[in-house]
């Protein structure tokens, strides 16, 4: 009762020892999926060091356990001779190491070894009464060696090996069918079970292998497919923005010589150059946009919008239930100072960053910011709180991701930046940062 008293408490076990075997369980179907090259070991580019030595110390150990065994059995048993049990145990173990590397090679050797002992054992003074033409050491050393070839070779090599041990042992079951007393099927079917199942291992280890580089490609072409998509809208916006100023220049110089009176003929002639060449290029950007503008996409012929859009934004995302407030500041360029590209990559910037916030993050108070720093750059803020409801990720893979691959392409266009990301609270920023000037005039 004393001990029993003085003993400590006894600690809960904690589940590490479970985690740590999912992990290496995991590890090793990560390394058989991997594939490696000729020569190199089994499980060579396992990401765990341990993983990396187990195919070594499982072939040295079998080797180690099989020799001696095999020469006291081949010895005492079998009668067979000390040296010549000695080498033919040794060529029927040793070889089990080279099979972590080469186990075709090292299964050519270990067979014809089997296969030359089963012909020493027949004229052995010892047979009788015992296992023929394969003692129990090479049965095991020959499904070691399985093992490895399930999981190195192909399909043609593996159906080989087995047939070619199901040859052996019928020449054995012909030679003496009373001594070999169906070992020889045992044997059979034993290595073609081995086979089967490391071969499967292995198929489904590539198998779930491919399936993440297709993932992987999917997600990446999908990832391309979505930025060509938005640099096509872009390229559509901004068609609408440059027409303008083309038709502004092409009426001024065929308007040239109506205004200005006693214009030389030189002059002239230059301005109807500029006025053709201008019409020309307006030419050129329509049959560039019919092939961008698909045909179902007439709603995108309207004026582009601007910065005196911004209001609309903010009232629609309200009414859609978010509870969001707009705070522009007052010096702002109005619509003919401020340029087309800076103004659309703006509204477009709050429309984007507002429809995430509706989209994952429904409820949440937003705030939205644009102001001017008086040094020539407009600043865009939407700072939005966490979400009230579970949220989805921001541009998961399953979704289109337009919003933020649209940010980035408008504001690389203007030569702004951009800086987004979480909130400690759980919320999401945009802050976008876009030139009101062209980039050779700012300081």
């Known amino acids: 009762m004393n001990d029993e008293k003085r003993r400590p408490p006894r600690t809960p076990r904690t589940p590490q020892a479970g985690v740590r075997a999912g992990e290496l369980l995991r590890s090793l179907g990560t390394a058989l999926a991997t594939p490696t090259r000729p ?8 990401s765990s060091p341990w993983l990396r030595r187990l195919p070594y110390a499982v072939a040295f150990a079998t080797a180690a356990a099989l020799l001696p065994v095999t020469v006291v059995v081949l010895v005492q048993d079998y009668r067979v001779p000390g040296g010549l049990a000695g080498a033919l145990a040794t060529v029927q173990t040793l070889p089990l190491l080279l099979a972590v590397t080469r186990p075709l090679q090292a299964w050519w050797v270990i067979s014809a070894a089997d296969v030359a002992g089963g012909f020493v054992l027949l004229a052995s003074s010892g047979v009788d009464g015992r296992p023929w033409p394969w003692t129990p050491m090479v049965i095991v050393g020959y499904l070691v060696l399985m093992a490895a070839l399930g999981l190195r070779e192909g399909r043609r090599a593996l159906v080989g090996v087995w047939l070619a041990t199901g040859a052996a042992g019928a020449v054995f079951e012909l030679l003496s ?22 071969a499967t291992l292995r198929g489904r280890g590539e198998a779930e292998r491919r399936l993440v580089e297709q993932e992987t490609i999917s997600e990446a072409e999908r990832a391309r497919r979505t930025l060509l998509e938005e640099r096509a809208r872009i390229a559509r916006e901004l068609h609408d923005v440059v027409a303008h100023h083309m038709s502004v220049i092409t009426v001024q110089a065929d308007s ?5 009176p006693d214009l030389p003929a030189g002059a002239r002639d230059e301005f109807a150059s500029i006025a053709a060449g201008a019409r020309e290029s307006l030419t050129e950007m329509r049959r560039l946009l019919s ?23 903010v009232e629609a995302t309200v009414r859609a239930g978010v509870p969001a407030e707009l705070s522009m500041a007052a010096d702002l ?22 429809a995430n916030v509706v ?55 203007t030569g702004g930046s951009l800086d987004t990301g979480p909130l400690p609270d759980g919320g999401f920023r945009v802050a976008a940062r876009l030139p009101l000037t062209t980039p050779k005039d700012l300081p």
């Open 359 to 413: 989209r994952h993050a429904p409820g949440s108070a937003t705030r939205v910011s644009v102001r001017g720093d008086g040094e020539g750059w407009l600043h865009v803020l939407v700072v939005n709180g966490p979400a009230e409801g579970p949220a989805a990720p921001l541009e998961g893979g399953k979704g289109t991701g337009h919003g933020l691959v649209g940010m980035r392409e408008r504001v690389r266009l």
């Open 256 to 260: 040239a010589p109506y205004r200005i």
């Open 177 to 198: 069918p009373n001594r070999a007393a169906g070992l020889t099927v045992l044997l059979f079917v034993l290595t073609g079970t081995v086979l089967l199942v490391t």
């Open 333 to 354: 360029p109005g619509p003919g100072e401020l340029p087309q590209a800076v103004g659309l990559s703006a509204y477009r910037i709050v429309q984007e960053a507002l």
């Open 39 to 46: 020569g190199e070991a089994l499980l060579a580019r396992a």
């Open 291 to 313: 092939v961008l503008r698909s045909e179902g996409a007439e709603g995108e012929r309207a004026p582009q919008p601007g910065l005196d859009r911004v209001q609309q934004l």
